[in-house]
């Protein structure tokens, strides 16, 4: 593949490749010991356009996500849509930096935010969402850890 990478999206290519995806301590799971693991892979769209990042596989009776991560040259922040098993659009802004990784929506009706680390070897990241309903509390929703794939 060429060099053909959107020079706002250069800091994302360390994320590029197959992971393993666990979460854990879940609000939304009725037994809270319980831990999901499915795959995960960022990739390049069109040559690296726009980045995709897919959770679980369709079809194969866990939860999956696709986002599609993309920037205007013109923004602090990056964009993200968002679709679900469930049907769930979401529209996101996200940020990486100094090995943060930080996504946010401020919906009326549903706050939510991850916030996210990746280690110095660039094989683990380790993070947390969290989410708000009344505008003011924020509550633990579940961890979120990410390891490459060998």
Not at 2 to 8: C, D, L, V
Request: hydrophobic share 35%; proline share 3%; glycine share 6%.
């Amino acid at each position: 593949m060429k060099n053909n990478i959107n020079p706002a999206l250069q800091e994302l290519k360390q994320f590029i490749g197959a992971w393993e995806m666990e979460i854990s301590n879940a609000s939304f799971l009725p037994d809270a010991n319980a831990v999901i693991k499915a795959k995960a892979s960022f990739e390049w769209f069109e040559e690296g356009e726009f980045l995709i990042f897919r959770q679980g596989t369709k079809n194969s009776g866990t939860p999956w996500a696709i986002w599609f991560i993309g920037h205007d040259k013109d923004a602090q922040h990056y964009t993200v849509l968002y679709i679900d098993d469930q049907q769930s659009s979401r529209v996101y802004e996200m940020s990486f930096e100094n090995s943060k990784w930080k996504m946010w929506r401020n919906a009326p009706e549903f706050i939510q935010r991850f916030t996210g680390e990746i280690n110095q070897d660039k094989n683990i990241i380790s993070g947390y969402w969290e989410k708000c309903v009344d505008g003011r509390n924020w509550e633990h929703d579940f961890n979120l850890t990410y390891k490459k794939a060998k």
